[in-house]
Nanobody, 127 residues
Framework: QVQLVESGGGLVQAGDSLRLSCTSS????????MGWFRQAPGNEREFVAA????????YYAPSVKGRFTISRDNAKNTVYLQMNNLKPEDTAVYYC????????????????????WGQGTQVTVSS
């Protein structure tokens, strides 16, 4: 069983930066692809960014590309989401997700393809 714990959310102003962290309890962290999703009130959960288990490839939603950076430290069982130039529309609960890496060409942006989820951390961006 993999447990994910997010941290780093908060209340910031537009243009500010935040770094979210997600730490996994699993012992084979590098075998898991990791993703960040977010959900605003009244909206469906949406893809933000993902990274392969090896860290060799990253993927971003068009709305955050160029502003957000996903990275991972497999020695610390942690994945990060560096968020720069935050906008009010980035306000949401941010969730960390994990799934076992596979050689199959499956989507990184589909929430249903992830097996483990954290409890979420609130990010609020004021204008």
């Amino acid at each position: 069983q993999v447990q994910l714990v997010e941290s780093g959310g908060g209340l910031v102003q537009a243009g500010d930066s935040l770094r979210l962290s997600c730490t996994s309890s699993g012992r084979t962290f590098s075998s898991f692809d990791m993703g960040w999703f977010r959900q605003a009130p009244g909206n469906e959960r949406e893809f933000v960014a993902a990274i392969r288990g090896s860290g060799s490839n990253t993927y971003y939603a068009p709305s955050v590309k160029g502003r957000f950076t996903i990275s991972r430290d497999n020695a610390k069982n942690t994945v990060y989401l560096q968020m720069n130039n935050l906008k009010p529309e980035d306000t949401a609960v941010y969730y960390c997700a994990a799934r076992r890496s596979t050689i199959q060409a499956i989507s990184f942006s589909t929430a249903g393809l992830y097996d483990y989820w954290g409890q979420g951390t609130q990010v609020t961006v004021s204008s």
